[in-house]
């Protein structure tokens, strides 16, 4: 018979960890699908790998998965994937922002044949208007980068193995999960569902965050920022073109020496132009940087299924 496993990042959720297991537990086994919990916790400063290993004493089908610090929850659902064992793999969040009943539903398009089912997002839940048009600014650029709609993309998929695998399959450090699972291709259909309110804890996420996340993965996805140095450059050109041929004009008619703020106002602007673009190639040569050290995504420090310890029998290649 084939096994689900659920992939639950978890940062500082202390308050939400034992209770996501518990209805989990209830709406998987209600629906007789056979499953898996991997559980990551991804550094968290609470109690939260404490909760985890509790509430694998209590069910053996849960995995948990100790990150040595804080990597991040693309780094995160990575290892929750490449410890996954299942025939299909489903990655949530561990807040129960994304509804476990959806689940069930999404098995079922897997067992119809599907091999990547992607939620998507029915609103996008209580944001400020001003989140709400920086995010669709985000996405937008990034529907482009990668040709899907990604307006309403989430985290919340399911995947056979065939997809999980091509994704740990490719060799690139960072890593944008939401658009990585469509660029694999795949039979792939959607699921809708609503995005409940957060129950307990806090979201992760600061303004700050926010714009860096948007940065990272828009250069991870596109190199369309380069071409923009490209376009800067053929404006300036353009601009200088015609002030040639004016100052030109002015020289031959004896009228020369003024001009002053025009010089002022065309140096300060190739000036911002230049350092600008010399901004966004040195944005892409760290990441080219970043990417070329080969570091592990994630270091673990602990791997607990149900109450056992098996960090020596895990596979921990899988990280390069
Ligand atoms: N998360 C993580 N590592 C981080 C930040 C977040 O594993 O560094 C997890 C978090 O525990 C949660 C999921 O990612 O399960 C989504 O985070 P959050 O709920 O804060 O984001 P939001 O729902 O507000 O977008
Ligand atoms: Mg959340």
């Known amino acids: 018979m084939s096994r689900l496993s659920v992939v639950l990042p978890a940062y500082n959720e202390e308050l939400m960890v034992g209770k996501t297991c518990r209805v989990l537990h209830e709406v998987l086994t209600e629906a007789g699908i056979s499953y898996e919990l991997v559980l990551v916790d991804d ?67 897997w067992e119809e044949g599907w091999e990547v089912i992607e939620g998507v997002k029915k609103s996008r839940g209580t944001e400020s208007l001003l989140h709400k048009e920086s995010a669709g600014f985000f996405y937008g650029i990034m529907s482009k980068a990668t040709g899907v709609n990604m307006q309403n993309a989430s985290d919340f998929k399911m995947m056979d193995r065939k ?13 944008f999960f939401r658009a990585t699972s469509s660029w694999v291709g ?39 920022p380069l071409q923009f140095v490209t376009i800067i450059g053929g404006a300036c050109f353009g601009c200088s073109l015609i002030l040639i ?3 030109l004009v002015q ?29 966004i190639i040195g944005y892409y040569i760290a990441k080219i940087y970043e990417e070329v050290k080969r570091r592990p995504r994630y270091i673990i ?20």
């Open 163 to 175: 997809a999980v695998n091509s994704i740990l399959s490719m060799p690139e450090r960072n890593m």
């Open 251 to 279: 020289f031959f008619a004896g009228r020369a020496v003024e001009g002053y703020t025009t010089t002022l106002i065309v140096l300060l602007l190739i000036g911002s132009a230049i350092m600008l673009s010399l901004g």
């Open 43 to 109: 550094g968290s400063n609470d109690r939260t790998w404490e909760e985890i290993t509790k509430a694998g004493e209590k069910d053996a089908n849960i995995l948990g998965v100790h990150f040595s610090r804080n990597f991040g929850k693309e780094a995160a659902v990575y290892a929750g994937l490449a410890q996954a064992t299942g025939d299909v793999v489903a990655v949530m969040d561990c807040d129960l922002q994304h509804p476990p009943e959806t689940l069930i539903p999404m098995y079922h398009l």
């Open 245 to 247: 041929i004016y100052s």
């Open 301 to 320: 420090s602990q791997i607990v299924r149900g109450k056992k310890d098996v960090y020596q029998e895990v596979n921990h290649d899988r990280s390069h």
């Open 186 to 224: 795949f039979k792939t259909t959607h699921v809708e569902f609503e995005v409940h309110d957060r129950e307990a804890g806090q979201s992760k996420w600061s303004t700050w965050s926010l714009v860096k996340y948007a940065f990272t993965n828009i250069v991870a996805f596109t190199t369309v």
